[in-house]
């Protein structure tokens, strides 16, 4: 049964770079799907940050593009978010999660990691 | 780029239906049949409930409906039972293709309350 885990620092400095990893297990990052990360700032609705494709090919949010970089790493089975230059306003549950099929069905979720930012 | 238009709040006693509608412009929802709906529990992750509009993932209650006109999507849960309360997101792609640089865009989410 696949199972994604994010891990990552619970706490990032003002204009310092968030990092996060999804660690993938039950089957094969290597495969035709695209993995994705979304998040949910505390009393707000969800926000698509990015998808990579398992080849390396990146989308991103366009409000974000130039601070995000998502990266993979099929041997490891994981993928990686790298928010840099964040503020409060990055403060949020992070989600990984993959598309079974097309735009937008994301059907296997990571628990979520909470990311504040403060000094 | 907004998020989808969802009215705050919705609410219906059990058995009854709900509608649930996600705004868009022709760049999304209106666009393309690529709208999904997401239940969450808080503290929880997303679930998938819809994708392409009215497809169910399986494992899903056919009481779990979609339907697009427009540039508005809805999601209509039938015969309401208690453990459908909860928030609800949709989802639309957006902007092109993925190659030519669209995205994904959510809603901001409607709380369901089961009276």
């Known amino acids: 049964q696949l199972q994604l885990l994010e891990s990552g620092p619970g706490l990032v400095k003002p204009s310092e770079t968030l990092s996060l990893t999804c660690t993938v297990s039950?089957?094969?990052?290597?495969?035709?799907?695209?993995w994705g990360w979304i998040r949910q700032p505390p009393g707000k609705g969800l926000e698509w940050i990015g998808s990579?494709?398992?080849?390396?090919?990146?989308y991103y949010r366009p409000s974000l593009r130039g601070r995000v970089t998502i990266s993979i790493d099929t041997s490891r089975d994981h993928f990686s978010l790298h928010l840099t230059s964040v503020t409060a306003a990055d403060t949020a549950v992070y989600y990984c999660?993959?598309?079974?099929?097309?735009?937008?069905?994301?059907?296997?979720w990571g628990q979520g990691t909470l990311v504040t930012v403060s000094s | 780029q907004s998020a989808l238009t969802q009215s705050r709040s919705v609410s219906g006693s059990p058995g009854q239906s709900v509608t649930i509608s996600c705004t868009g412009t022709?760049?999304?929802?209106?666009?393309?049949?690529?709208v999904s709906w997401y239940q969450k529990y808080p503290g929880k992750a997303p679930k998938l409930m819809l994708y392409?509009?009215?497809k169910r993932p399986s494992g899903v209650p056919d009481r779990f409906s979609g339907s697009k006109s427009g540039n508005t999507a809805s999601l209509t849960i039938s015969g309401l039972q208690a453990e459908d309360e909860a928030d609800y997101f949709c989802?639309?792609?957006?902007?092109?293709?993925?190659?030519?640089?669209?995205?994904?865009?959510f809603g901001g989410g409607t709380k369901l309350t089961v009276l």
């Open positions: 999660a993959r598309e079974e099929t097309t735009y937008g069905d994301y059907g296997s």
């Open positions: 039950g089957a094969s990052i290597n495969s035709n799907h695209y």
């Open positions: 990579i494709y398992y080849i390396g090919t990146t």
């Open positions: 022709s760049n999304d929802v209106g666009g393309y049949n690529y």
């Open positions: 392409e509009v009215n």
């Open positions: 989802c639309s792609f957006a902007g092109g293709s993925f190659a030519g640089g669209g995205y994904l865009l």
